[in-house]
């Protein structure tokens, strides 16, 4: 089992920043990386950005390019999501996940954190 623990999210104008961290914990040793997945209301749960713990490869949504940056603290078990330029667009239910080693697939989840951008 891998636990995951959000925090960092609140109300911010468009344009602003945000920097979102997600705290691992339990069978770290199971998974190839960590990634962000966001909900707005009324939508299906999108990917966002993934990164690996061995070699930090990183992938984003196009929708985030230039704008969100994905970094792991492998020491500390944890990954943070730096967003700048936000859009009110961004506005979601902001969740860590887990992949599980060799699988592709997000097994575990955070309990997510809200992201407002206000216009």
């Known amino acids: 089992q891998v636990q995951l623990v959000e925090s960092g999210g609140g109300l911010v104008q468009a344009g602003g920043s945000l920097r979102l961290s997600c705290a691992a914990s339990g069978h770290t040793f199971s998974t190839d990386g960590l990634g962000w997945f966001r909900q707005a209301p009324g939508k299906e749960r999108e990917f966002v950005a993934t990164?690996?713990?061995?070699?930090?490869?990183?992938y984003y949504v196009d929708s985030v390019k230039g704008r969100f940056t994905i970094s792991r603290d492998n020491a500390k078990n944890t990954v943070s999501l730096q967003m700048n330029s936000l859009k009110p667009e961004d506005t979601a239910v902001y969740y860590c996940?887990?992949?599980?080693?060799?699988?592709?697939?997000?097994?575990?989840w955070g309990q997510g954190t809200q992201v407002t951008v206000s216009s």
């Open positions: 996940a887990a992949q599980i080693k060799g699988t592709g697939r997000y097994d575990f």
């Open positions: 990164i690996t713990w061995s070699s930090g490869s990183t």
